[in-house]
């Protein structure tokens, strides 16, 4: 159990790094290999320059994308699992994610330098020119589109909600909310919730309300995962100016704004209870209890003063997520009876 626990924590730090993904959380990243000095060697120089390009796309991010897609993609269709369409949507959403992650860093490279857990990306070290990173993030993006359109049998809806999530996210929250308010994250996670969205067009090739359930409990999901994350680097977020919300509040606001979004977090995945069986009823109340218990403890003991650990609520809610999401996906392969049909 306790080997088993410690795999599950070091997934949970790749999972998803929400909407300032990036972020320094051990392990050994692309990012890791860029370094000041070219190296002698061609082909030397050659792996450096491919390591650089890889580490732009924040290659990690692949976990959340995983854990946000494959679960409403088999709930759009319970019973049947499409092996084919799951793999060329998860590329698809790959590209556009790696697309999104080197508009970000284009725009983002002036604070990269200043921030110490950011330093070592490609263009804050001078890895990559900004001009090389502005083409292959744009090539990524029609790559994107190019790969759900065809693959979903012309589908439109699927790469068009791509599409959306780069302009909103490079161009909304990274350009306009990032720098200048405290709820960047708020509005800004809506790009990081979108996979949901993405996951069920391909399938259906429309929407509807459920997929939009797991957009909002992604959405609620992302400020006290995000702040818990800035709280541990808010000299560096004060440093490069950037007003996330543990930089201009005290940690009683801040663990109190936590629970709150916490507390939508779990309320929400209620919502697709009558619509699953009793193993996402299961664990969607469990792992809630679960998750929203540690959140409460840490505003208690903040407000009485005591020395607190953040960062292990960024790890929870990384398993909070897994665990509701891996829980609707079985639930979905399964396809046992929906709670709803007991009831009617």
């Known amino acids: 159990m306790a080997v088993a626990r410690r795999h599950v924590r070091s997934q949970a730090l790749r999972i998803g790094e929400s909407v300032d993904s990036g972020a320094s959380t051990g392990g050994t990243s692309p990012e890791s290999f860029v370094t000041a000095e070219p190296p002698a060697s061609l082909p030397a120089r050659a792996k450096a ?54 508009l970000n860093m284009v725009a983002d490279a002036d604070i990269d330098q200043k921030m110490k857990r950011t330093q070592r990306r490609p263009l804050a070290r001078h890895a990559v020119p900004v001009r090389n990173a502005l083409i292959f993030g744009i090539v990524l993006a029609f790559a994107s589109f190019a790969v759900l359109y065809f693959g979903t049998g012309n589908k439109w809806l699927p790469p068009v909600l791509v599409w959306i999530t780069i302009g909103f996210y490079v161009g909304v929250y990274t350009l306009i909310l990032k720098r200048r308010t ?66 201009i509040a005290s940690p009683e606001r801040v663990t109190r704004e936590m629970l709150i979004y916490t507390a939508l977090t779990v309320i929400t995945s209620f919502f697709l209870i009558p619509v699953t069986s009793w193993i996402y009823f299961g664990v969607s109340i469990a792992a809630g ?18 020395e607190v650990k953040p960062l292990k609520i960024f790890l929870k809610s990384n398993e909070y997520l897994a665990l509701l999401f891996c829980g609707l996906a079985v639930d979905a392969v399964l396809n046992w009876p929906t709670v709803s049909s007991y009831l009617s």
Request: some cysteine; glycine content about 8%.
């Open 49 to 102: 320059t491919v390591l650089a390009y890889i580490a732009l796309t924040k290659p990690r991010v692949i976990e959340l994308l995983l854990v946000s897609t494959i679960p409403v993609m088999l709930q759009a269709e319970r019973g049947h699992v499409d092996i084919a369409l799951i793999l060329i949507t998860v590329v698809g959403g790959w590209l556009g994610a790696a697309s999104a992650n080197s």
């Open 182 to 247: 405290w709820q960047n994250v708020i509005w800004g996670g809506a790009a990081g919730c979108m996979p949901a969205l993405v996951g069920w067009a391909a399938v259906t090739g429309t929407l509807s309300w459920e997929p939009f359930v797991l957009f909002l409990v992604v959405f609620f999901w992302t400020p006290p995962h995000t702040w818990a994350l800035a709280w541990r680097y808010r000299d560096d977020y004060k440093a490069a100016g950037v007003p996330m919300l543990p930089v």
């Open 289 to 306: 209890a679960w998750f929203l218990w540690y959140v409460a403890r840490l505003y208690v003991e903040t407000r009485r003063g005591v």
